[in-house]
Structures are given as C-alpha cells and as structure tokens.
C-alpha cells in the first residue's frame, strides 16, 4: 500500500490547512489511518488516528483544533487544522496500520510527508 500525503504549506498563525492522504489500495478494511509529525532533532509523534469504524484519537497538543476523517469509498483520510500555531510546524506523515490476525501480523505503511510551516 501506498500513502501519498499532500496539502502542506506555509501559513500565518490562527490559519487552517487541510492535508489529504490517499492510499493506492482500500481503505475499507480493518485498519487505522492516522497523521504523524516530526521536527528534526525530535521523535515522530502521533497527532491523530482513526479506526475502520470512526473512532477518533488525538495528541492532547492538538484536541479541539485539529479534526482526522477518513472517506473508505475514496481512500482517503483528512486533517483538518485550524487555529495553527508555529509550534504545529512540522513535517506531517500519513500513517495506515492494516490488521492482521494477531499484533504480530500488523501491517504499517508511511506516507512521504508533507511539511507544514505556521509563521509568528
């Protein structure tokens, strides 16, 4: 599977971005899409993820502004980010985790990235 993440850009702060990922397969499968993001020197680290069925979860850095979605019929999955502050300034990364018949069998699949920069 293959996740192409787009909608990055530069951006004042109190702005919003909407980056999109799409997947070259069905997303309508047992699996979580979810949107990653790393400064250098800095680990990855989960902004949000959604479940097959709709269940969200959020960094609490970004609960209340940021909202994940996800379209199976279109493969695809959204963030939407309002209120951006410079600290959301990032490369964002989509993520997708496939399910398989035990953890052990978890398929994970990354995006190439997509950078958002929030300007002061």
């Known amino acids: 599977v293959q996740l192409q993440a787009s909608g990055g850009g530069l951006v004042q702060a109190g702005g919003s971005l909407r980056l999109s990922c799409a997947a070259s397969?069905?997303?309508?499968?047992?699996?979580?899409m979810g949107w990653y993001r790393q400064v250098p020197g800095k680990e990855r680290e989960l902004v949000a993820q959604i479940t097959f069925g709709g269940s969200t979860n959020y960094a609490d850095s970004v609960k209340g502004r940021f909202a994940i979605s996800r379209d199976n019929a279109k493969n695809m999955v959204y963030l939407q980010m309002n209120s951006l502050k410079p600290e959301d300034t990032a490369v964002y990364y989509c993520?997708?985790?496939?399910?398989?018949?035990?953890?052990?069998?978890?398929?994970?699949?990354w995006g190439q990235g997509t950078l958002v920069t929030v300007s002061s």
């Open positions: 993520n997708g985790i496939w399910r398989g018949l035990s953890a052990k069998y978890d398929r994970y699949y």
């Open positions: 397969a069905s997303i309508a499968v047992d699996n979580v």
